[in-house]
């Protein structure tokens, strides 16, 4: 009787490997049709074997042209945009003595010498410690404004000197300002 059960497991477990092994093949016939309907006949590329360039002619002869470069409107780049002239009051402010953990705040004035409007595009301070602010609108010709400058001299001590360098479209197009200062210790 055992070894009835056993050829009976046996035969139900190969006609299990049959079914699998026939749904197996019918997909793989499927994607094979399937491919064959999405690909009809694709021919190998040919290499081509005619030369390049025609005999006796160099490739450098060639103008390097951009097809698409005519496509797009270019940009005016900082480099060729109109430049103009920043006129400051004071390039380095001096706050003398302050104590350590004071904040103090300067400005320094400038007017537009140029013929073009001015555009100060970045302010960027030496250290944290020091923040300026630029006007956000263009400066017109003749015009006057001010960038304001805060100074915290928490954890300064002794002389102390900080720069703001500005970027603008002006010649030079960074402009270096500079504060100065000489932090008295707190007591501890």
Known sequence: MNNKVSAAI?????AIAGYFLMQNIQLKKKIHEQ???????????????RPANPEG????????????AS????????????????????????????NEGDIVKTQFKFTNAGKVVL?????QASCGCTVPT??????????????DVVFNSVGKRGETI???TLQANTEPRETVLSIKATVIPKDK
């Open 134 to 147: 630029t006007p956000k609108d263009p400066i017109k010709p003749g015009e006057s404004n001010v960038i």
């Open 162 to 164: 900080k720069t703001i």
């Open 35 to 49: 491919d064959n309907a999405s690909n009809p006949n694709i021919a190998p590329a040919v290499p081509e074997t």
């Open 71 to 98: 496509q797009f409107k270019s940009q005016p780049s900082v480099d060729t945009m109109p430049v103009t002239v920043m006129k400051f009051d004071k390039m380095v402010y001096d706050f003398g003595r302050i």
């Open 57 to 68: 002619v160099s490739p450098f002869d060639k103008p390097n042209i951009d097809p698409a």
């Open 10 to 14: 046996i035969v139900v477990l190969l």
């Open 119 to 123: 555009l100060i595009s970045h302010a």
